[in-house]
């Protein structure tokens, strides 16, 4: 028999049982629901709402039953309908009717906003963890390939001299990003909703602070019928989620491409690569791509919440339900990738020789040669009118910059000297670019440092 029944003459529909129901997947915060529970129950008691005897009997009686689902001896069915009734009706049945106390001054619409707000801050802590562990995987890449030279790219067209280094940490300043958007959306959720009651809060006198911090909120929720038709938090976090998704797929884009032939700057392990059916020659980079693959999940389930609330009335609807799959799914995928795609990265190889002869051709140090002039004297504009007719003379005679005679450099300026040479050395080109940002060794060292004291910071 339902809990609800009394006001029905008779059963609900079968489908509509099984439409209805979210024990199939609500049954995941069994443990917020429980210790939501027991923080509420010993609130009862110490406010003299219901006897303290009798909610010390639910609170033992909530840990039994705590213990009983996580060693598998208790599951829910159906007949339930939802993870709050279940495990009411659960403590019902084990000890009559103090366990009917236990629903007093509190209504399913803020225990659900309460478990999903815990849920979803226990997701943040254990996710902003893997993106540490990344960003530390990032640090130690970089830090032995400071020096190796890379080209890097703008419309994926060779473009100016980088390292390999340089490279990773633009990465991790991306990933650090997503830290602290992470941090931010945590410090707002950080609010115990419970309290708000079904949405006019309740004529008990409860206690919200002491259930806040006992279940180790922050603040309280400042308005009732906020309380429980706020679901910012889970779109906040999807929103956060979906920019670290888009970061990672940008990166696994670059890795699919560094691992063709065409490439071939790094090279997966064995470990972390698939085969193909047909083709014996086949390695592929699947971690990559599912990433990029899952990027659009996290998304779609961005905008499923974002669409399920854009129209509702306060406070609770059923629509509201929709809320946890999507959630659920985009933190189960983002948490599958974050371990693979950091030990991907840890065990590729970096083919530093053809990243340099990359970097060799393709004229990236034009801007360095336009530079140059610029040293001395030339207005930028008049260098690069120079430079780019020499570009053009060399993509005619198949030649590098540094392979034209100074008597060639000479016809376009005369202001070129043989220094010329050692000023279009790419080494050289990335050496001078040491301005707090870019890709000169030492300056890629401090870079790593910041990453390292703010990895360091959380982790302590
Ligand atoms: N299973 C419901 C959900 O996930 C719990 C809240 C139900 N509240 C209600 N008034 N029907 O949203």
């Known amino acids: 028999m339902k ?75 159906l007949e339930v309908e939802d993870i709050h009734m279940g495990v009411e009706a659960e403590l019902t049945r084990r000890i009559g009717d103090s366990g009917k106390r236990l629903h007093t001054a509190r209504s399913r619409n803020d225990q659900v906003a309460l478990d999903f707000r815990m849920w979803i801050k226990n997701a943040v802590i254990e996710i902003r963890g893997l993106l540490l562990s990344l960003m530390e995987a990032l640090a130690s890449i970089a830090k032995a390939n400071t020096t190796s030279l890379m080209p890097s790219y703008t419309h994926l067209q060779r473009a100016q001299p980088s390292t390999f280094g340089h490279y990773m940490m633009a990465y991790a300043n991306m990933l650090k990003r997503d830290v602290t958007r992470l941090e931010d959306c945590f410090d707002r959720m950080d609010e115990l909703p419970l309290g708000s009651g079904a949405l006019a809060a309740t004529t008990y006198p409860i206690d919200r602070y002491a259930v806040a911090r006992e279940l180790g909120f922050e603040r309280i929720t400042d308005n009732s019928l906020d309380g429980v038709s706020d679901r910012d938090y889970a779109i906040e976090l999807l929103s956060a989620l979906s920019i670290l998704m888009m970061h990672l797929s940008r990166f696994s884009e670059e890795i699919i491409l560094w691992c063709s032939w065409e490439f071939k700057y790094i090279e997966l392990d064995d470990a972390y ?68 795609f950091t030990a991907m990265l840890l065990t590729m190889k970096v083919n530093t020789d053809n990243m340099r002869k990359a970097a060799e051709n393709g004229f990236i140090n034009a801007t360095d040669c336009a530079d140059y002039l610029v040293k001395r004297g030339l207005p930028f504009r008049d260098a690069y009118t120079i430079v780019g007719r020499l570009v053009n003379g060399c993509v005619a005679s198949g030649k590098k910059l540094e392979e034209l005679s100074i008597e060639e450099l000479r016809e376009l300026s005369p202001v070129f000297d043989t220094d010329i040479y050692s000023a279009l050395d790419p080494d050289t080109c990335v050496k001078n670019r040491k301005v707090p940002g870019g890709p000169a060794p030492e300056e890629v060292e401090r870079q790593i440092g910041i990453i390292e004291s703010f990895i360091a910071e959380r982790k302590a």
């Open 3 to 77: 809990l609800w029944s009394g006001r029905f003459d008779k059963n609900t529909d079968k489908l509509v049982d099984e439409l209805n129901a979210s024990i199939t997947f609500d049954k995941r915060m069994y443990r917020e629901d429980i210790t939501g529970s027991m923080a509420h129950a010993a609130m009862l008691g110490a406010q003299g709402i219901i006897d303290p005897a009798e909610a010390d009997r639910i609170i033992s009686t909530l840990r039994d039953i705590l213990a009983d689902i996580q060693s598998g001896k208790l599951d829910f069915p």
């Open 273 to 340: 690569s698939t085969g193909s059916s047909i083709m014996p020659q086949k390695k592929n980079p699947d971690i990559a791509e599912l990433t990029r693959g899952k990027t659009g999940r996290v998304y779609g389930s961005l905008m499923g919440l974002l669409t399920v609330m854009k129209a509702l009335p306060l406070a609770y609807n059923k629509d509201m339900q929709e809320d946890k799959e999507q959630v659920f799914d985009a933190v189960d995928n983002v948490k599958k990738i974050l371990p693979v």
